[in-house]
């Protein structure tokens, strides 16, 4: 027997909206903020196992969370962190 196609149901599937944009992540700090010696801030962004948080869940910037993986792997070398 022949497969039964729902062409139907796969024409609907494409929606002719517009996505609505991402909002702005609100960012209380400067990126001149984010520090190796800046340990209290790095802090909110590290798991309690010591993983960097992703921007998924973060919510910063792309250049915001580049400089402050840096700034957590110096401060671990420097043993300001864990």
Known sequence: ??????LEEKKKRR???????RPK??????????DYKNV???KQYVTDN???????????PAPFQRKLSIAIK???QML???
């Open 74 to 76: 110096r401060a671990r």
């Open 25 to 34: 992540p609100k960012v209380e700090f400067t990126i001149d903020a984010i």
């Open 80 to 82: 300001l962190m864990k």
């Open 40 to 42: 209290a801030l790095l």
């Open 15 to 21: 929606s002719t909206a517009a996505r609505t944009p």
């Open 1 to 6: 027997m022949p497969r039964k196609t729902k």
């Open 50 to 60: 010591g993983r960097v948080l992703p921007r998924k869940y973060t919510g910063l």
